[in-house]
């Protein structure tokens, strides 16, 4: 104990603490330099530590990819998370700034330390500890709260910009998730999802949280979808097989039929696709659900948000529903609306976003809106466009080249160390794509611009 008083060691406190971490940080990095991502990074510190310091929070540390402060009080901890997801979704308005964050907030014991001669305060202990993992677990510009006792009005005087459009109650903004366990800690802890978005659905993934190991019985979750490649198809047969990166981080195959492939849109060799695994005939497995990505489908306007986000839904064989983020800047129409019946191409996007609708128009005005979407260009010809979307993770995005939507694949990259990103200009060859839609050839990056927050 002597040893422990002379180190600044001080008795245990009651505090709560805050982490935030950029959720999509790999996807940020990869293929940018050292110094553009350092940049990023020290804006988002900047912006946490400025909301914190708003409602009387104190910097602890620096994460991987984020940061911890403490607070007196929770209410102020949940406040600032809010805040900070509000003004991170203002900058996603515009691509070339977009960025995710998830935050864990937890009150409880920990003890304080002092550091550099008492210039500075650290702190561990089971609350620091319970804020990391659930920051850790959220996703989808989610908020997740761990909080002992019962929770009060007056403890929590929050409030978000949807929430008060509707005057929502503190209850509306607590939706309860699965208790779970932290090493060290016998009884399990509860938890909740702050819902500051217009609806708790709107977490961009399908869910506030990553799903977990609980520590009691839950319904089993849905099968984990994977991605893939065509690697053979016979079209007369109906039947086909998959390649995939397993979870052994090794390439297999996997066969799917055509009845299960989500809409019988056509299919061909090297077409990507997302898919789920279920046994097949006498056990074996196979590949259901298939989405063939790129292809056009038709579905519903399920929610849409006044920054022009959203979701759109269309139905697998087995009726379950399939949900897609919808890009502001992918929408071809004035006026959307929830329960517009629309056509929109199927793509995946970062882990956060998951799938994505691109190219989306109003049924039924397909021809108008190609009409309106810029001249032909030409097979062969040498043209330049702009990135919109890319990601690095699939390999695959679409650029804008005289208004039109052109396929972009990471095997037609000159140079595959130098990966394009939103806002960046690329040289091209022009070549045919699915659906009467073009693709990029013989990619080559003209410039590339800095990410700013």
């Given amino acids: 104990m002597t040893h422990l008083r002379e180190s600044g ?39 946490v530590i400025a909301h914190a310091t708003r409602h009387s929070g104190k910097f602890v540390k620096c994460l991987a990819s984020g940061v911890m402060c ?24 515009h691509p070339a700034q977009g960025l995710s964050c998830g935050i864990g907030i937890a009150t409880g014991e920990a003890f304080a330390f ?89 977490y961009i993934a399908s869910s506030p949280i990553e799903s977990t190991r609980a520590f009691v019985e839950e319904e089993p ?66 590949a259901c659900s298939v989405l063939v990505l790129g292809s056009r489908f038709q579905g519903r306007v399920e929610s849409c948000l006044e920054d022009g986000t959203g979701f759109i839904t269309i139905r697998d064989h087995d009726g379950k529903p399939i949900r897609f983020f919808i890009l502001p800047q992918e929408v ?9 019946l629309v056509e929109f191409a199927a793509g995946s996007g970062s882990e956060t976003e998951g799938l994505i609708a691109l190219q989306v ?14 001249e032909n260009l030409v097979i062969g010809a040498i043209e ?11 390999g695959y995005g679409f650029a804008k080249c005289k208004r039109n939507s052109v396929y972009i694949h990471v095997s037609e990259l000159t140079d595959p160390e130098h990966v394009p990103g939103p806002g960046d200009h690329i040289e091209f060859e022009v070549y045919p794509g699915r659906n009467e839609t073009y693709r990029a050839n013989n990619v080559r990056l003209i410039k590339k611009k800095g990410l700013d927050l």
Wanted: net charge negative; proline share 6%; glycine share 6%.
């Fill in 361 to 374: 128009i109003r049924q039924g005005e397909n021809h108008a809106v190609q009409a309106d979407i810029g």
């Fill in 70 to 93: 403490a607070f007196r009080h929770p209410g102020d901890a949940v406040q600032v998370a809010i805040d900070l997801q509000e003004y991170l979704q203002d900058k996603r308005r």
């Fill in 221 to 286: 979750a849905q099968g984990r979808a994977y991605f893939g490649k065509v690697s053979a198809f016979k079209k007369e047969r109906g039947f086909g097989f998959i390649q995939y990166y397993s979870e052994n981080h090794e390439y297999q195959e996997i066969y799917f039929h055509m009845t299960y492939v989500v809409h019988q849109v056509p299919v061909f060799e090297n077409d990507h696709v997302q898919f789920v695994i279920k046994p097949g005939k006498e056990g074996r497995p196979q």
């Fill in 384 to 394: 330049h466009a702009v990135v919109t979307v890319y990601f690095p993770e699939k």
């Fill in 114 to 202: 002092h550091l550099a001669e008492g210039k500075r305060i650290d702190f561990l202990g089971p609350a620091c500890d319970m804020a990391l993992q659930l920051c850790e677990q959220a996703r989808g510009h989610a908020i997740l709260l761990h909080h002992p006792e019962p929770i009060v009005s007056q403890d929590f005087p929050i409030h978000s910009r949807a929430g008060a459009l509707v005057n929502r109650p503190l209850a509306d903004y607590l939706l309860e998730m699965p208790p779970f366990r932290i090493p060290g800690v016998t009884a399990p802890a509860k938890r909740y999802a702050i819902h500051w978005q217009a609806n708790p659905g709107e």
């Fill in 9 to 47: 060691l001080e008795p245990v406190v009651i505090k709560t603490f805050l982490c935030a971490r950029i959720h999509n940080a790999e996807q940020y990095k990869d293929g940018r330099l050292v110094q553009e991502w350092a940049e990023l990074h020290a804006g988002f510190y900047a912006a």
């Fill in 332 to 340: 071809q129409y004035s006026d959307m609306r929830a329960d517009d």
